[in-house]
């Protein structure tokens, strides 16, 4: 058993300092899943508006479970990794058709259902019920390698599994969901990434990053490689005031509303080229001027989307949107974007 970790002082820290979160009121279960799953990627103080938004719209888990996708998705939009939304509402149908509505209570049958990874399980069984079970997520690890002086490589998955016994070893029981909301706290408020607030740490007396006056030393990562960048060439064609867009099938934005989208070499394809290219996605359409383009950045590559007006000589009869549907439907980031400078 890991010694000497102040856990006393840092659950003291956390009663005093803890952020008036909405889901800290009650810990409903079904609050704090749609908190940590909207948390993924995205930081507390982005995700709130979302949250409150959702929220509101889809109160309970059953309202969730039997809303139409399109909602969903649409109450989702602009938080990106839109496979979160699927997946939460998925595992809403799941524990609505299995387990009477009621969300389970333990990491072990959470991680049954869609969505809940080991991550997410963890969070749930111990903040909504308190199982004592740690969690881990990046703040922690950032915490745990500088306290414990560790120079494992936090992007490897045995790293987080050395941390996870390390921390499962010091928590302190019956207090798992305060224990672990304090860690991921002081991840986010004192021990930052860059120039922690270390004297305002409750564990600065046996950490060993502070004590070593190392802070910058760790955590260790590797360094991601080079992040591609992809270029495609999107088409506006209008008919009677309204536009095209098309509902995608594809894994990435699965569900979400775009404008019909090929890839694109800015410096090599020609007018003829990119007619081809929709010609063999199934579009027979001919490229008029240039619009301009956008850009927008996802975790793994940058994409660069360059608009085209565009003409159809028989036009499709369904997938049109007149600007009040266009506000309705659910539009990725990028899509938005692309509104936006053809309204100027």
């Keep these: 058993m890991e010694k000497n970790f102040p856990s006393r002082e840092l659950l003291g820290w956390f009663a005093a300092n803890q952020r008036p979160l909405p889901w800290r009121k009650n810990y409903h279960p079904y609050a704090v899943w749609l908190s940590e799953v909207m948390a993924q990627q995205t930081r507390i103080d982005q ?35 839109y496979s979160r939304a699927r997946n939460l509402q998925h595992a809403a149908k799941e524990i609505q058709s299995k387990f009477g509505g009621k969300i389970p209570e333990t990491k072990e049958t959470l991680e049954t259902l869609k969505g809940f990874g080991p991550y997410i399980s963890s969070a749930v069984a111990s903040i909504a019920f308190n199982e004592n079970v740690c969690v881990v997520d990046g703040n922690v690890l950032r915490v745990a390698a500088r306290f414990w002086g560790d120079s494992s490589n936090i992007a490897e998955t045995s790293t987080k599994k050395a941390f ?45 990053a502070f004590v070593h006056q190392k802070q910058n030393d760790f955590p260790v990562k590797t360094k991601k490689g080079k992040v591609p960048h992809k270029h495609f060439a999107a088409v506006r064609v209008e008919k009677n005031g309204e536009l ?22 800015p410096l090599e394809d020609s007018p003829k080229m990119i007619e081809q ?68």
């Excluded at 509101?56 to 996708?69: C, G, H, I, M, S």
């Excluded at 095209?244 to 070499?265: I, N």
């Design 47 to 81: 995700m709130l508006p979302y949250y409150e938004k959702f929220l509101k719209q889809f109160p309970t888990l059953n309202v969730l479970a039997d809303a139409n996708e399109e909602s969903v998705l649409k109450s989702w939009e602009g938080l990106g990794y």
């Design 164 to 208: 996870e016994e390390k921390l499962q070893s010091v928590l302190p029981r019956g207090k798992a969901r305060e224990f672990n909301q304090a860690l991921m706290e002081l991840g986010a408020l004192i021990c930052v990434p860059q120039n922690p607030v270390c004297h305002e740490c409750p564990l600065k007396k046996e950490c060993f």
């Design 244 to 265: 095209f867009l098309l509902q995608r099938k594809q894994k990435l934005l699965h569900g979400m509303y775009e404008f019909p989208m090929v890839a694109f070499a």
């Design 277 to 344: 290219k929709f010609a063999d996605a199934g579009f027979h359409i001919i490229i008029g001027k240039p619009r301009g383009s956008v850009k927008h950045t996802y975790s793994h590559f940058v994409q660069h989307v360059h608009v085209f007006d565009a003409s159809w000589n028989n036009p499709p009869k369904n997938g049109w949107f007149s600007p009040v549907e266009l506000a309705r439907i659910p539009l990725s980031m990028v899509q938005k974007k692309i509104l936006g400078f053809l309204k100027k």
